[in-house]
């Protein structure tokens, strides 16, 4: 059971490792960080400093190799890959860059998809009033070719909040929007996070958007810029 004083997200010296052609490679080292229920915390960095990755141990997407990585007080470093996948799908929305709609399937069954999984007897229903909340009713039927990328991310939105998800990550929601797209977009994933209490953590290279945030933490060469977060606190 979660214990409404634990951190909802809790990360004691998760390091990641990961194996290339030209033998392992360090991406995380040593990473402690604890984020509260509804809270938003924006991972900042420049390219390579290990961002998305730390995205990917919070999400159970990457195992760490070192450490250990707690969400809603359950060990993602001890499960398997079936549980991670039923924890996510019961806990978790991810958001992506690139949106990961299946092209096969309309608006409204990318949303419901998700719901059906999970078990929801009124997915469909549920999946209307999802994309309608992101102003999207009226393309419930169109498949992702046949829309825009601002359209396309905002059905992603609504997928990853569809299952009233307790976490909800993003990893650069609108790096591929342009900036009235993205504007909307990211109003959006707030709006929503305050409607439905989520906890967000957001990878972003915009500093607008990272000022939108609770709370900041940046990233360099895989580790906690301490530099960085003195002069925050500050």
């Keep these: ?23 392992p490679v360090e991406i995380l080292h040593d990473i402690s960080l604890d984020v509260r229920q509804g809270e938003t915390l924006g991972l900042v960095g420049p390219s390579g400093s290990g961002k998305s990755s730390l ?25 398997n890959e079936d549980a991670l996948a039923r924890f996510r799908r019961n806990n978790m929305g991810v958001v992506f860059q690139s949106f990961h709609l299946i092209p096969t ?22 999946a209307q009033a999802e994309l309608e909340a992101v102003g999207l009713g009226h393309r419930a039927g169109h498949f992702p070719a046949q829309m825009s990328g601002g359209e396309q991310q905002r059905v992603a939105l609504a997928r990853a909040l569809a299952p009233r998800p307790a976490i909800l990550l993003a990893d650069e929601p609108t790096g591929n929007l342009d900036e009235a797209n993205g504007a ?11 409607r439905y209490g989520a906890t967000l953590v957001m990878v972003t290279h915009a500093p607008e958007l990272a000022a939108r945030c609770d709370r900041v ?13 003195r002069e925050a606190a500050e």
């Design 1 to 23: 059971m979660t214990d409404q004083n634990s951190p909802v997200l809790h990360l004691l010296d998760a390091s990641l490792t990961l194996n290339s052609n030209t033998g």
């Design 55 to 79: 995205l990917m141990l919070m999400g159970g997407l990457e195992q760490a190799t070192g450490g250990t990585v707690t969400a809603l007080c359950q060990d993602l470093t001890a499960m």
């Design 105 to 126: 399937m309309t608006a409204l069954e990318n949303v419901a998809t998700p719901l059906e999984l999970a078990g929801v007897k009124d997915a469909f229903p549920r």
């Design 184 to 194: 909307a977009v990211m109003d959006l994933l707030f709006g929503l996070r305050d």
């Design 217 to 229: 933490v940046r990233l360099r060469d895989g580790r906690v810029d301490d530099a960085a977060a």
